[in-house]
């Protein structure tokens, strides 16, 4: 789609082709509040919402062509979406199994633009999804995805906790501790910048001693508070 900057967008992606419409019509604005709507609930399938929706739409302005009544047309498409339900209800088959689970992850990830690492990736979202499972439901809030420059796709991994994105004070800081205490604190451990043009002259070894001496006792004292 091209919209009215001139910017195109090459996808074959149904969601992001119904973001970037720029739609004014009321029945295609419909169509594309559907595949947000699906896309925000179930992330996938858009596309074929917009389909089945677009067929609907066709076959409804068939119906009013031939003079049926729009109250007529309302009450049979109801009927036949509980039907629908019912139908479904019956054909549906339990996905308790990861391998299951992964056959759905990776075709809603084919022509994502990460097709070579979709079976990493697929077995990571599974797995996941199961981790934070609930009565049967798995809020995707609960997930967090945390990018970072430098690696692969595939050298992404699952981590069950909290990832923090923060260097570390030193480099002498220990990379693993087993049986951690943690503190989650409200505000930093450091010492707030002097909004001053005052300098400090440091003429000895001594005094730039002290002088981190002082520095460190002021953290430790915010510590003990």
Do not use: C, W
């Not at 419409?21 to 509040?33: D, G, S, T």
């Not at 302005?61 to 629908?84: M, P, W």
């Not at 633009?113 to 439901?137: C, N, P, Q, T, W």
């Not at 003429?203 to 430790?220: G, V």
């Amino acid at each position: 789609p091209t919209n009215s900057l001139g910017d195109v967008t090459v996808t074959n992606d149904g969601a992001t082709i119904m973001r970037e419409m720029e739609i004014n019509q009321p029945a295609a604005r419909m169509l594309v509040e559907t595949a947000k709507k699906q896309e925000e609930i179930v992330g996938d399938g858009t596309t074929s919402v917009v389909v089945v929706a677009g067929e609907l739409l066709s076959k409804a302005e068939e119906l009013l062509e031939d003079g049926i009544a729009t109250s007529v047309v309302v009450k049979g498409y109801r009927n036949a979406t509980k039907k629908a339900v019912e139908l479904l209800k019956e054909i549906a088959i339990d996905a308790d199994d990861e391998e299951t689970l992964k056959k759905v992850a990776i075709t809603a990830m084919s022509g994502k633009g990460s097709d070579y690492a979709k079976e990493h990736l697929a077995d990571l979202v599974v797995k996941a999804a199961l981790r934070i499972e609930e009565d049967g439901k798995s809020d995707i809030d609960n997930i967090n995805i945390q990018r970072v420059s430098g690696d692969s796709v595939e050298d992404s991994f699952l981590a069950e906790g909290i990832i923090i994105d923060k260097a570390p004070v030193s480099k002498n800081m220990p990379k693993d501790i087993k049986d951690a205490k943690i503190a989650i604190m409200k505000y930093p451990i450091e010492l707030k910048d002097v909004n001053t043009d005052s300098k400090i002259d440091i003429t000895s070894p001594d005094q730039f001693e002290a002088f981190l001496k002082q520095e460190e006792d002021m953290i430790k004292e915010l510590v003990d508070k």
